[in-house]
DNA sequence: TTGACATATACCCATATAGGTATATAATTA
DNA sequence: TAATTATATACCTATATGGGTATATGTCAA
């Protein structure tokens, strides 16, 4: 067996820093595939076949008008990303840090 | 070309579920492998691939111990992963729904 | 030293890439 | 209808993968 398609689901699609480039390029906003390839500067073959890539997991939403197709971000196609990684956050986090430093501070305190 | 070793960085070794799964399994734990395979259920070698890759990007940490070798999490390294889609939440989050609301009973009021 | 245990690695294979280039499709305009 | 614009797709190739199975490596115990 190989590695999961990149189309599968958000993870696997998000993997490639050029489609993460897309979202980030497309923000809020609604953008033509030729307003993204001006944005990013790549061959204009390479942005729509990531945008096909994204527009199968759902990440993007595609609208039609006249020989353009406009595309938005469908951000809650992310949500699955953000809820696993999510609950690492507090291993890092400052509070969590400053967690350890109020227990020993009472450790020491104690002694 | 063809596509980003997972070893490359977080997203990629995360794309697969396996290796999520693994880092579920070790949670804020220091396991054994074959703690992690009786876990898991997985043949062992599939167990000690996936930590390769994991332990490559530096999102697990190996200590050895007698014939064992003890995994953990290092969950900083998953903070490019929350630190890219963290801006996205609040495209769907309940506040950004809420504020929708807000907006249109001001305009509703308006009239 | 020999055997048992814990883990890693080598090998094989089918598969889906990502990039590049050329071309097809579709919609508009002249 | 023909030319132009906007976008998608077909084709090629090198490459890394994940699963399975067998085996190597390393460590302890008898």
Redesign the interface.
Known sequence: MA??P?THDP??A????KR?AI?EALG?AERSVNEIVELLGWPQPMVSKHLAVLKKVGLVRERREGRQRLYR?D??K??P??D???P??R??SESYERLDEVLSDIQKKEK
């Open positions: 590695r999961i990149t993870f696997n998000v993997a490639e820093p993460r979202l809020s971000v951000a809650e992310l949500k990303i953000y696993w990684v999510t690492f956050e291993y890092w």
